[in-house]
Structure formats: structure tokens, C-alpha cells
């Protein structure tokens, strides 16, 4: 399993860079949607401190109900102020918080239990791979989109 360890090193890593990007955002712009449709930087941050606990009991489930169909978090649902009344300091320290945790269940858990599949509505196949696999190129995602937004020209 050569990517185990590449997977989590890169979930523990992601916060750093984040944090990079978020100690060099202009407070000023954070909460600036460049597009009325898109995020603003603190939607993208926001989010991902509240996908934080989400991961962690899914996590959670995973370990202790390998049998649990796995029920899919649709940011949909949320409600329509969270990202954008969140806190900034908070919400990247929610986000380390959180992915520090994760890690360390990680880290500690069988190869066994790391391949154990489940059911997911949305995906063909699932497991706390997959899953670990998938929330470290979402932290990327997210801090691509912030990086656009801190790179990019403001508009007047």
C-alpha cells in the first residue's frame, strides 16, 4: 500500500499550506466574492473547518459500524450565513483542530480497516482510503480556489 503513507502525510501537510494562504490573505478581501456566485476566501476557509468534524465522525462510523451505509454531506444544506458569518482565525484553527485529529485516528489504525469497503450513495466503491484520499485533494481544491483569490487582481 504505497500510498498510505502519502495520503496522510498529505492531510497533515495540507493545513500548513492553508495557513500559509491564510496568514498572507488581506484581511480586507476576505470576504470578497470576485464572482456573485463563487465563494469569497472565507467561504472556502469556512468550509473547510466545517467539513472538519463531518470527516471525523464519518471517520468515526467507518471504524465502529463498518456495516453503516455512509450518509453524504451536501453543503447544500447548510445554512445559506454559516460560511459567510464565520470567523477567519477560528475557522483555519477549527480546520488544523479538526485535521490533527483525523490524522492521528489515521496513524494509528489497521491497513486492514484503512481498505475495509462501505456503501456510499454516491461513489461505486468507498473506504476510509478513499475517503482520506479524497479529502486531501479537496483541501487542495479549496486552497487553489483561495489562491486565485489572493493572486487576483482586485477590481474597481
Known amino acids: 500500500m504505497p ?12 493545513p500548513s499550506i492553508i495557513a500559509d494562504l491564510a496568514e498572507e490573505f488581506p484581511p480586507d478581501r476576505r470576504n470578497v466574492r470576485l464572482v456573485p456566485e463563487k465563494w469569497s476566501a472565507l467561504e472556502h476557509l469556512a468550509h473547510l473547518a466545517r467539513v472538519g468534524p463531518v470527516m471525523n465522525a464519518r471517520l468515526k462510523q467507518l471504524i465502529e459500524q463498518p456495516g453503516k ?3 453524504p454531506y451536501d453543503p447544500q444544506r447548510d445554512s445559506p450565513g454559516l460560511l459567510l458569518d464565520a470567523h477567519w ?7 488544523q483542530w479538526e485535521r490533527a485529529a483525523l490524522v492521528g485516528v489515521l496513524r ?5 480497516i484503512w481498505e475495509r469497503e ?12 478513499i475517503m482520506a484520499r479524497h479529502l486531501a485533494l479537496h483541501d487542495l481544491s ?15
Open 142 to 156: 479549496h486552497g487553489s480556489r483561495i489562491e486565485e483569490l489572493l493572486l487576483a487582481a482586485t477590481r474597481t
Open 118 to 129: 462501505v456503501e456510499h450513495p454516491e461513489y461505486r466503491t468507498y473506504s476510509i482510503r
Open 108 to 112: 494509528e489504525m489497521s491497513k486492514q
Open 3 to 14: 500510498a498510505y503513507n502519502a495520503i496522510i502525510n498529505a492531510l497533515e501537510l495540507n
Open 69 to 71: 451505509p455512509v450518509v
Open 89 to 95: 482565525d477560528e475557522s483555519l484553527s477549527k480546520y
